[in-house]
């Protein structure tokens, strides 16, 4: 069973703070994604990594793909009180036909 | 919007009883898969169908079901209904041709055994 660790479990920080959360698994997957979801909605897709060491950015979102492609890190930098919610990391196997998500990091920003 | 919808957004519902939860994929999408999110769980992959039929299974009680019809929506039943089926129930869809890995997901059946 391929298993998703996301860290922090909880964070809250004030406005224009930077914060890391973490994604680590002890498998390796074909690509890796990132998801936002806000209280009472779905998960929205972000963005999706696929290559060993591949960043990409979205305005202040920076996401970090490991070389292992076992692992994976969000970045935000000046976090915003519209960035609050739920952050869930979802990877794919090469055989696997469904995503396994991660618990979440629950980010709170305060005014 | 993600072009996923879901209904009913809300439902209440008592032990024992059974409850269909309806979706519909984005426009051109094939692929349906449900989910079951609560708070001591997570994210948990139930089931996914391709143009109408059970491509892979998850953690999916035997108590649980679904179908893809012709016109590609979708249905979740659930039956002999448990307090602890209590949660939410999300169907995403994803295009033709790239897997699982882009997945678009509906705003969720929230379910409430009383």
């Known amino acids: 069973t391929q298993l998703l660790e996301q860290s922090p479990q909880f964070l809250s920080i004030q406005e224009g703070e930077n914060l890391t959360v973490y994604c680590n698994s002890s498998s390796v997957f074909s690509s890796l994604q990132w998801y936002r979801q806000e209280p009472g909605e779905g998960p929205v897709l972000l963005v999706t990594v696929v290559t060993g060491g591949e960043v990409k950015k979205l305005k202040r979102l920076t996401f970090q793909f490991g070389d292992a492609r076992k692992d994976s890190s969000l970045h935000i930098t000046a976090a915003q009180p519209g960035d609050t919610g739920l952050y869930l990391c979802?990877?794919?196997?090469?055989?696997?036909?469904?995503?396994?998500f991660g618990s979440g990091t629950q980010l709170t920003v305060l005014p | 919007d993600s072009g996923v919808t879901q209904t009913p957004k809300h439902l209440i519902t008592a032990t024992g009883q059974r409850v269909t939860l309806r979706c519909s994929p984005r426009?051109?999408?094939?692929?349906v898969y449900w989910y079951q999110q609560s708070l001591d769980q997570g994210l948990q992959f139930l089931i996914q169908y391709y143009n109408g039929e059970e491509r892979a299974k998850g953690n999916i009680l035997e108590r649980f079901s679904a179908q893809q019809f012709p016109d590609l929506h979708s249905e979740l039943n659930l039956s002999s209904l448990e307090l602890g089926d209590s949660a939410l129930y999300f169907c995403a869809s994803s295009p033709a041709g790239t897997g699982s890995v882009w997945q678009f997901f509906g705003p969720g059946t929230r379910l409430t055994v009383l």
């Open positions: 979802a990877g794919a196997s090469g055989s696997a036909r469904q995503l396994t």
């Open positions: 426009s051109g999408d094939l692929s």
